[in-house]
């Protein structure tokens, strides 16, 4: 296994679309409804939506490839281009997502340290981000990697609101 990470731009819209579908659905639709899911796939990853995404200057995308197989990607936000806090001096980490078939194999490691190395190049103080609260599995991964809660929001997925806990790691 040889796995490259690429910086994703607009010419990536497709595959960047159909790797969220595709990394959101297995993680989430078996604790979801189907009407939310496809109501939360259909608008958090229309074509409008995504590329609107790709072409923040504010966000960042990172592909994760083995061989020629897109197997998951990170989202970072600076700035205005974060989901909550809108912190000059933090970095949010939007997305790490990994298909399945790939998970455990320390891919959401290398898109977390990309997330860090990206945040001391622009010197900022820290790194946050929001979990969901039933998420226990990238909640442990996120405090193996010196993440603490901080607060919580509110997620909308379809009709059904979820609470998602809020971490951060000073740098």
């Known amino acids: 296994m040889s796995i490259q990470l690429i ?7 497709e595959a960047v679309r159909q790797i969220g579908i595709d990394t959101f ?5 078996s604790v979801n409804t189907e009407a939310n899911m496809t109501h939360y796939l259909e608008t958090g990853f229309s ?4 590329a609107s995404e790709l072409s923040n200057e504010d966000s960042e995308f990172h592909l994760a490839y083995d061989g020629d197989k897109l197997i998951g990607y990170l989202k ?6 974060q989901s909550e806090l809108k912190d000059d001096t ?3 980490i ?12 320390k891919i959401g490691q290398l898109f977390y340290e990309k997330a860090i190395e990206i945040a001391c190049a622009r ?11 039933e998420n226990e599995k990238a909640i ?3 405090k193996r990697n010196g993440f603490a809660e901080f607060d919580k929001h509110l997620f909308k997925l379809g009709d059904e609101i979820q609470t998602d806990i809020m971490m951060r790691r000073a740098l």
């Open 25 to 29: 659905y297995e993680s989430f639709a």
């Open 140 to 142: 442990g991964f996120y």
């Open 90 to 92: 933090a970095l949010e």
């Open 123 to 133: 010197r900022y103080a820290y790194v946050w981000l929001g979990v969901w609260e």
């Open 47 to 50: 074509l409008e939506r995504v």
């Open 94 to 105: 939007e997305r790490i997502y990994v298909l399945r078939a790939w998970q455990g194999l």
């Open 76 to 81: 970072v936000n600076h700035g205005p281009a």
């Open 7 to 13: 910086q994703a731009t607009i010419n990536d819209l």
